[in-house]
């Protein structure tokens, strides 16, 4: 999403083993070109979703020497806007076929509950009950904070195949982790497909040439990150139906105890896609 890091594998951007599915469904041109007769978002009990990204760490010319995947549950349809998180679970493997370690599961993230508010998750006491170094977890709330954010707040400003600029030069404040700037976020309604058996807008987002630095633990880096992706969302409820999210992140790192930096290189693909509807 919009706030990446990792200790000594950065973190956030893409796979060799490319998760996302392709599209389900031919797009086709609605008839309307804005999307504000969209109905208000309908919650009909819970919805539970399955959030999975894996990091590659490779060397400057592609090579990829570490591997990290993440899995999660998401369920949203809580009273007051809350949703909640459970099964967090990391595996590592070496190289770009090594089979995955066994996974760990992470406790502290089991029934982490938090009302659904971007915004509020940048507070410094957000992630008080997270271990310090516990980032790959933090950019899951950030990662699908930004889905619910887009997919619901800029609806009635989109339309069709004309980008929309949410903002440019914002800077992302990560409490003890460092800093993000957002140059340029752009929005865009691709068109009308269906995904889950659901008519859906498909909308695009891609924020390039974005500086990220970083200081925690003794490492410092400085670096640049590129994301994008695109959000299926009902045209019935405005549920999200499947989301996708990319990154690269380029630049240096210095280690702890080290005074040369090192390049970094960082390439992950995420999916979101809902898995039980309660």
Not at 216 to 239: E, F, K, P, T, V
């Amino acid at each position: 999403m919009l706030f990446r890091t990792h200790f000594a594998s950065f973190i956030v951007c893409a796979a060799s083993i490319l998760l996302a599915q392709p599209l389900c469904a031919q797009l086709s041109t609605p008839q309307s070109t804005d999307l504000a007769a969209i109905p208000a978002l309908k919650n009909a009990g819970l919805r539970t979703y399955r959030f999975t990204v894996e990091y590659n760490d490779a060397n400057s010319i592609g090579q990829i020497v570490r591997r990290q995947r993440v899995t999660g549950n998401y369920t949203r349809g809580f009273p007051n806007g809350e949703v909640q998180w459970n099964n967090v679970a990391i595996a590592d493997a070496d190289g770009p076929a090594a089979p995955f370690a066994a996974l760990e599961k992470r406790a502290f993230m089991e029934g982490f509950r938090y009302r659904d508010d971007l915004p509020g998750t940048m507070a410094p006491d957000f992630f008080k009950s997270f271990p310090p170094a516990a980032v790959l977890e933090r950019n899951l709330v950030w990662d699908t904070g930004m889905f619910e954010w887009f997919g619901q707040h800029y609806l009635d400003k989109l339309r069709l195949n004309e980008p929309f600029h949410t903002g440019a030069d914002q800077d992302v404040e990560m409490p003890g982790i460092g800093n993000f700037r957002n140059h340029d976020v752009v929005l865009e309604w691709l068109g009308r497909g269906r995904h889950n058996g659901q008519d859906c807008a498909l909308i695009e987002y891609r924020a390039f040439l974005n500086p990220v630095d970083i200081a925690m633990s003794g490492m410092a880096m400085h670096a640049r990150s590129d994301y994008w992706g695109q959000i299926w969302i009902s045209l019935a409820n405005r549920q999200i139906e499947y989301a996708t999210i990319y990154e690269e992140v380029t630049g240096e790192m210095t280690l702890p105890g080290q005074t040369a930096a090192q390049p970094v290189s960082v390439f992950r693909i995420g999916r979101f896609e809902p898995v039980a509807a309660q």
